[in-house]
């Protein structure tokens, strides 16, 4: 059986096409979010692009109120029918969390 010609450069053409397939996959996921319905490309921009910072609390010990934010949302109380996502509703301005939370 013959080989096919350029193998490498058709795995780099097949790794090229599923890079971009995936990447075209999560922005409709975003762009299909129920209660997404901006026709501002700035907007989009910024909905396409995510800083992620993880903290991690120790709830036992922590006042909630000692956070600096509020959220809503969940599970029990989605904030949009079938979305179950956690959002942040309000920073406090003398938190820690002022200007790193929006």
């Given at each position: 059986m013959p080989?096919?010609?350029n193998s490498l450069r058709n795995i780099g053409s097949v790794e090229k096409y599923e890079s971009l397939?995936?990447?075209e996959s999560r922005k409709s996921q975003l762009n299909?979010?129920?209660?997404?319905?901006?026709?501002?490309?700035?907007?989009?921009a910024d909905l396409q692009e995510w800083?992620?910072?993880?903290?991690?609390f120790e709830i036992d010990w922590v006042n909630v109120d000692d956070f600096g934010f509020d959220l809503v949302g969940?599970?029990?109380d989605p904030r949009y029918p079938n979305d179950n996502?956690?959002?942040v509703s309000n920073v406090d301005?003398?938190?820690?969390?002022?200007?790193?939370?929006r």
């Amino acid at each position: 059986m013959p080989k096919p010609r350029n193998s490498l450069r058709n795995i780099g053409s097949v790794e090229k096409y599923e890079s971009l397939v995936e990447k075209e996959s999560r922005k409709s996921q975003l762009n299909s979010v129920g209660h997404n319905h901006s026709h501002d490309s700035a907007i989009d921009a910024d909905l396409q692009e995510w800083e992620l910072e993880t903290l991690h609390f120790e709830i036992d010990w922590v006042n909630v109120d000692d956070f600096g934010f509020d959220l809503v949302g969940g599970k029990d109380d989605p904030r949009y029918p079938n979305d179950n996502a956690i959002f942040v509703s309000n920073v406090d301005e003398n938190s820690w969390a002022f200007g790193k939370l929006r």
